[in-house]
């Protein structure tokens, strides 16, 4: 699920038994079952992100595999969803030897306009000085852009690696391609999205990291988000000073612990968000808990667990409130028959007397047996948003998913949101703004945003 995306790259989650089966294999290495398993199957076969075998055999180090699929005449520049080719996938895990292969394979240089940009946004991002200069010698301009529009160079100014812009500079990196992004104004001044989801406040929130949950506070002029870097979350923010927003900056982060999915507590004096921190702040990571820090005359506290009410041995996730501060949330711990196994459920908790109680599980109109997670409550309880990978309706990885109050007090059946909001790619991390605008969500790793008269509309269709 999303949460671990860094844990394992290439996950199997969600692959239909066929699928799963033949790139694990290659994976595996296993030529002979390989071999056999695609009479069956077409050598384009693809993964749940579109990657295909080759994507596959680089990811593994299956050099065996890797000269089958050739032989096969695979084709050795197949994009995955993210238009990503093995070319990616070597730098991606700084593999020379099948960045070579690859190299070599290469009918024309045709690949280097077209995936140049993303190959150095790919060795930047993992601040690789040894694949940028391979790159670069390769045939790529060291000032060519990717599909944000940015150079190599821009890219490490804003991820501040600074060794990494020297290097650029010495390579002949240009400066003055190098754009001033600066945002202004209510919601960053970005144009209203409409009924078409729209990337958010791209190269200043949205960027070439990784971004997960965000948040506005209530006045609209302070924004928190997470932000997956070099393997591990950590939270930035950034606020309206006048009229301009400040460059984010990071509020929370550790050298062993990721931190994510902030949330704001009603009178926001807590910013809740989660966390794999040890209870004593110097142990290993553990499961995956939620956490607050308390605003005081210094900033932020250090941060204080919610105690065992709400978390368990197993991983909560994500966090949202109603207006009396019941908080709704998912979890894998919270099993309602003992030993019973369960993928993640929402579950939500009264606060009463300062204190969270006992959670209780949602019913089977929202929790099902799939992964239901990442759960936005609207402070009114009218409706819910959550993520669920489920196979009968899904239209990628992760979708989002909206249930309304009936005039019961009842949850209806929740609904997909649609091929308006979901894609082939992953949907998570719901949030509707204080003043009821808007629905922000990440999609591909990037935050997004539309009008929340999208949620009027699928209201309507489903009554």
């Not at 077209?114 to 060291?142: P, Q, W």
């Not at 089977?364 to 993520?387: K, L, R, W």
């Not at 007090?409 to 894609?423: C, D, L, P, Q, R």
Request: proline share 3%.
């Amino acid at each position: 699920m999303k949460k671990t995306l860094f844990i394992l790259v290439f996950s199997l989650t969600g692959l239909s038994v066929s699928a799963q089966n033949i790139h694990r294999t290659v994976c595996q290495g296993n030529l002979v079952r390989l071999d056999s398993m695609l009479i069956n199957n077409a050598i384009d076969v693809k993964d749940n992100r579109g990657r295909s075998l080759l994507h596959w055999a680089v990811a593994c180090k299956q050099k065996e595999v890797f000269d089958f699929l050739v032989q096969k005449e695979i084709n050795i520049n197949g994009e995955d969803f993210q238009k990503k080719i093995p070319m990616h996938i070597a730098v991606h895990f700084g593999n020379e030897e099948y960045f070579d292969l690859l190299l070599e394979l290469q009918p024309n240089n045709d690949w280097i306009d077209k995936y140049g940009g993303s190959l150095m946004e790919k060795a930047v991002t993992r601040k690789d000085s040894t694949f940028i200069k391979k790159l670069v010698s390769s045939g790529i301009d060291i000032n060519c852009t990717n599909e944000r529009g940015s150079t190599a160079l821009e890219i490490s100014q804003r991820l501040n690696a600074k060794e990494i812009s020297k290097f650029l500079l010495l390579l002949g990196a240009d400066q003055n391609k190098v754009r001033s992004i600066e945002m202004k104004g209510k919601y960053m001044g970005q144009p209203d999205p409409g009924l078409t989801p729209k990337l958010f406040a791209p190269n200043f929130i949205s960027t070439e990291e990784q971004e997960f949950g965000s948040y506005f506070n209530s006045n609209g002029t302070e924004f928190y988000f997470g932000v997956d870097t070099d393997g591990k979350s950590e939270i930035r923010y950034s606020k309206l000073i006048g009229d301009k927003w400040s460059k984010p900056k990071t509020i929370l982060s550790h050298d062993r612990y990721g931190f994510n999915d902030p949330f704001l507590s009603n009178d926001e004096n807590r910013l809740y968000f989660i966390s794999k921190r040890a209870l004593d702040g110097l142990g290993e990571p553990k499961d995956v808990d939620i956490w607050y820090v308390q605003k005081d005359k210094n900033g932020w506290s250090e941060p204080i667990n919610t105690g065992t009410n709400i978390n368990t041995n197993g991983d909560e996730y994500y966090i949202s409130f109603t207006h009396d501060g019941t908080m709704y949330f998912s979890s894998d711990g919270h099993a309602t028959e003992k030993g019973k196994e369960t993928n993640h459920d929402i579950y939500y908790s009264k606060f009463i007397d300062g204190e969270f109680q006992k959670p209780v599980a949602l019913d089977n109109s929202i929790n099902t047996e799939a992964y239901e997670a990442d759960v936005f409550i609207s402070p009114d309880e009218s409706y819910i948003i959550f993520c669920s990978t489920r196979e009968d309706d899904s239209y990628g990885r992760g979708d989002l998913y909206i249930s309304f109050k009936d005039s019961n007090g009842s949850w209806t059946k929740a609904v997909n949101m649609g091929k308006e909001i979901n894609t082939q790619y992953y949907e998570y991390c719901p949030v509707v703004t204080k003043d009821g605008k808007y629905l922000f969500y990440t999609r591909n790793q990037d935050i997004y945003w539309v009008s929340t008269e999208i949620i009027n509309e699928i209201k309507e269709r489903n009554r």
